[in-house]
């Protein structure tokens, strides 16, 4: 069980941090969160959990109109230009332990979520109050930048406060700025059949589970000076993980589909992006294709299996006499 707002406030007053309370009906977008408090003087926020390739994950704070170009984010990060996407629900649950709509800063209360890294807005600086959902979206607080750091100095986390929209050049004379935010530590898991289950018919052959450690932090690829990004914008992914693969396919749709829309409706990408709420679109759609595509992954899957097994049947491997 994660820490609940009751405990989260009693912390707060606990360190003689002021903050201002309010509290309303459930919200789960900025949009419905400023009908309520909106008018109190405070500067509303939005928060994205992001997570990378190796399963780390990253809360992102900044102001409501703060322009956050997640390419340019992995970049800097030293991740590549598709290092990081949104994290899905389920790392809300299990690491953050708080429901949808209430990613903020305060979440990293719970001891679970210790490993995650936070990048708050620059801008928070010049505000004389942010808001932010305290563990529960139907109460929003009000503290200024430097309350906030006491708290998060009191759990442990060093506040690291960053330029969202800058753009700086990534390249071999120049190092992601923004490296030093990755997680540190590795992330260990053994390595289970869950995905890929050996068909009920198939003759079991024992085979050792490897377990893997992923190194988290990665050296940052660095790109030359003057040479055109390799990357391809056909996803590259080699099967293993399903949900990376359909997030991949999301990201190489969903651009095309906004240009093209865009064009007919003469309408900016931007505009377009927030009347369709595309990103919720996404988070909506990437289960199915995701179910989809682990069903072509199981059926080739079993398939090769059965291939395999009769191929050693016939070269006589595995102690078993040769087919005849």
Do not use: W
């Not at 893997?212 to 932090?217: A, D, Q, S």
């Amino acid at each position: 069980m994660g820490r609940t707002k009751d405990e989260l406030l009693a912390r707060l007053e606990e360190l003689k941090i002021d903050f201002k309370r309010y509290d309303h009906p459930v919200v789960l977008t900025v949009e419905e969160q400023a009908k309520h408090v909106g008018n109190f003087g405070g500067a509303l926020t939005k928060n994205l959990l992001l997570k990378d390739k190796k399963h780390r994950l990253y809360i992102v704070s900044a102001l409501a109109d703060t322009k956050v170009d997640m390419k340019i984010l992995s970049q800097r990060l030293g991740l590549g230009k598709g290092g990081v996407r949104m994290a899905p629900e389920e790392n809300l649950r299990q690491v953050l332990q708080v429901p949808l709509g209430c990613v903020t800063p305060f979440a990293l209360f719970n001891e679970s979520a210790s490993a995650v890294s936070l990048l708050l807005d620059q801008g928070f600086k010049s505000k004389q109050s942010c808001y932010f959902h305290p563990l529960t979206n139907d109460v929003t607080i009000a503290l200024s930048s430097s309350n906030l750091d006491k708290f998060l100095l009191s759990i442990g986390k060093q506040p690291a406060y960053v330029d969202l929209e800058a753009s700086p050049v990534v390249g071999k004379d120049n190092p992601p700025d923004l490296a030093d935010l990755v997680p540190s530590g590795a992330f260990c898991s053994s390595e289970e059949s869950v995905e890929n289950p050996t068909p009920k018919d198939a003759p079991q052959v024992n085979v050792p589970k490897e377990k893997t450690c992923l190194p988290v932090k990665a050296k940052p690829k660095v790109q030359k000076k003057g040479a055109e990004s390799s990357e391809s914008k056909v996803p590259t992914n080699n099967g293993a993980n399903v949900e990376i693969f359909a997030s991949d396919v999301l990201e190489v749709i969903f651009p095309l589909f906004l240009s093209e829309a865009s064009k007919k409706l003469n309408i900016k990408q931007e505009e377009l992006t927030q009347i369709l709420k595309l990103d919720d679109f996404k988070r909506r759609a990437a289960p199915d294709l995701e179910s989809v595509t682990n069903m072509f992954k199981n059926a080739a899957y079993t398939a090769g299996f059965h291939a395999g097994f009769d191929t050693m049947l016939k070269s006589g491997l595995g102690g078993m006499p040769p087919r005849k």
